[in-house]
T-cell receptor, first 117, second 113 residues
């Protein structure tokens, strides 16, 4: 079965410290991987994606993510956290269901990131 | 400004009273979808549409209907709402597939009493 796991419901980090939000996936075929961020009372906003190529992907607001095929992971990282990074983060994977040529997006449960001053 | 617009943003209603949540995008996108967001469950896809008159079920389609008569609009219809459909709903669109970044609306919070 296709699935995405975000093992931490919450991540707390001090401003200026590096942050990591974890994501692992289980899909058949080559995965297309995404990170989205959700601020209060807003829809999700796209941060970055991995489809192919370099395993380290750079995205918006200084975020990056590392694709690790052997560990089936796509962790989100930022070298120096800001208070304004506090939000809900979602990992998503596009997976091909049997008989489908288009695929569908599967989302993780979300990780609440809190950066304190 | 490129955007996905949902209406209403908030609605409290009663069991069994038909309601429609509208979704409109101004980016000429072919792919549109509806999700519901519930605490601890993340986002789950309800329905999606690859183009006008082409729709298909997502993970949790029961109790919902959609239509895609025009490219820009993708309304979500609850014919007979029930309390278990109380949730936060998001419409999203992308140029032509889920392989591309999705543009999300700001959400519709539905409460079914």
């Amino acid at each position: 079965a296709q699935s995405v796991a975000q093992p931490e419901d919450q991540v707390n980090v001090a401003e200026g410290n590096p942050l990591t939000v974890k994501c692992t996936y289980s899909v058949s075929g080559n995965p297309y991987l995404f990170w989205y961020v959700q601020y209060p009372n807003r829809g999700l906003q796209f941060l970055l994606k991995y489809i192919t190529g370099d395993n380290l992907v750079k995205g918006s607001y200084g975020f990056e993510a590392e694709f690790n095929k052997s560990q089936t992971s796509f962790h989100l990282k930022k070298p120096s956290a800001l208070v304004s990074d506090s939000a809900l983060y979602f990992c998503a994977v596009r997976a091909l269901d049997r008989g489908s040529t288009l695929g569908r997006l599967y989302f993780g449960r979300g990780t609440q990131l809190t950066v304190w001053p | 400004e490129a955007q996905v617009t949902q209406n209403p943003r908030y609605l409290i209603t009663v069991t069994g009273k038909k309601l429609t949540v509208t979704c409109s995008q101004n980016m000429n996108h072919e792919y549109m979808s509806w999700y519901r967001q519930d605490p601890g469950l993340g986002l789950r896809q309800i329905y999606y549409s690859m183009n006008v008159e082409v729709t298909d079920k997502g993970d949790v389609p029961e109790g919902y209907k959609v239509s895609r008569k025009e490219k820009r609009n993708f309304p979500l219809i609850l014919e007979s709402p029930s309390p278990n459909q109380t949730s936060l709903y998001f419409c999203a669109s992308s140029p032509n597939s889920p392989n591309q970044p999705q543009h999300f609306g700001d959400g519709t919070r539905l409460s079914i009493l």
